[in-house]
């Protein structure tokens, strides 16, 4: 399987840049999901790849072979760079069979019967599509039709696999199921899938790797743990993580080298990196990013709250609290309620609150935060 490479690639309609200036390698074997929200340009990005979409300017290579370079003059068609792609709508034939939409591409190739009929066969008992094969794609569910149209796409070997969106004509519980099937379909295969998604539990739960785009602008390209444990700036923070991540405004003054005193509506807090120092101006306005897991409800926590929502969902329960004027977002696991306009205690936990400078949004570190009495 190939690495594939884009550097420096830009893409532009009129005068605004779907994409600029984008760095990206994508390993041998890698499942990346490009992620963001509508206009960032991932399916721009994933169209490039595919040949679908010429570049403006810069250079893409698949497997060590350049496929485009603004440079030297290079576009190679679709067809020839060994790519596999999955709309979004299927677009199967609607007057084939099951079988014959899998074996379409192979007939184009000149296959023979025999060889094309041991490859559906494959690909039937693969995607659990067996007994399917003489059916058309008006008589399948949407999970079935969006198996025939993977089986399809694989039936050539391509080295690379792109999919665009593959799952969002799904319901919710067909959605989870099929997550679940490109995740061991990607072991099994062992191909490059890069997947374009604007959903970040699909990035999460799927990806080896998630490049997140705002813009057209690369935000942060790492594992999906280290995108929502170490987030590169606010953006991504918020972004990534559902409930999102609690921000508050608060202004800084360092009390030494491995320690910071924030303030915040009434909270008072000492910030302690996890590693490395930190120094900051004296008041320095910063936000104080907390995920809703590390806000804990305890009777020895320092700080008081009320309760302003609750939504149990048997798994866990989803609090509004509010502390002082702050208004914040808490996940306690386990089946327990609470009850509205009730008194609890509060505190901080963990070791991945995240402090950003305020006015340009860039993570200044992270650490722990000890919430104080007063």
């Known amino acids: 399987m190939p690495q594939i490479v884009l550097r420096n690639i830009t893409k532009t309609f009129g005068k605004t840049d779907a994409v600029h200036d984008l760095d990206l390698v994508i390993e041998d074997g890698d499942f990346v999901t490009l992620l963001g929200p509508s206009g960032c340009g991932k399916t721009t990005t994933l169209r490039m790849i595919a040949g679908l ?32 792609f999955l ?42 599509i067996d007994g399917y094969q003489k059916r058309y794609p008006a008589e399948l569910s949407g999970g079935q039709q969006q198996r025939v149209a993977i089986a399809r796409t694989l039936a050539t070997g391509p080295r690379v696999l792109l999919m665009d969106e593959p799952l969002s004509n799904l319901d919710a519980k067909l959605r989870t199921e099929m997550r679940a099937e490109l995740k061991r379909l990607h072991k099994e295969t062992g191909a490059t899938f890069v997947y374009v998604t604007h959903d970040q539990l699909e990035a999460m739960t799927l990806s080896s790797k998630v490049c997140l785009l705002k813009d057209g602008l690369l935000q942060q390209y790492e594992p999906p743990m280290d995108v929502y444990h170490e987030p590169a700036n606010m953006f991504v923070a918020d972004f990534v993580g559902s409930p999102t991540m609690n921000f508050i405004d608060a202004r ?61 969902s048997g798994m866990e329960t989803i609090l509004k609290l509010e502390a002082g004027t702050l208004v914040l977002t808490a996940v306690v696991f386990g089946s327990v309620d609470y009850q509205i306009d009730s008194m609890v205690k509060i505190g901080f936990s963990g070791n991945h609150c995240a402090l950003f400078d305020k006015s340009s949004g860039a993570k200044l570190a992270t650490g722990c935060v000890q919430l104080m009495q007063g």
């Open 87 to 128: 709309f979004q709508n299927y677009a199967l034939w609607p007057h084939m069979t099951v079988e014959q939409n899998i074996g379409f591409g192979l007939e184009n190739l000149k296959w023979s019967k025999d060889k094309i009929a041991q490859r559906v066969k494959e690909l039937l008992t693969m995607l659990k």
């Open 252 to 312: 800084a003054q360092n009390i030494n080298l491995d320690q910071v005193k924030l303030e915040a509506e009434g909270l008072r807090m000492i910030f302690t990196p996890v590693s490395g120092s930190i120094s900051l101006q004296n008041d320095q306005a910063v936000v104080l990013g907390v995920r809703p897991e590390n806000i804990i409800v305890a009777d020895d926590s320092p700080v008081s709250a009320k309760v302003y929502s609750t939504l149990p």
């Open 53 to 84: 979409e010429t570049p403006t300017e810069g250079t893409i290579s698949i497997g060590g072979k350049t496929v485009f370079s603004s440079d030297s003059g290079i576009d190679i068609t679709p067809d020839k760079r060994d790519v596999g």
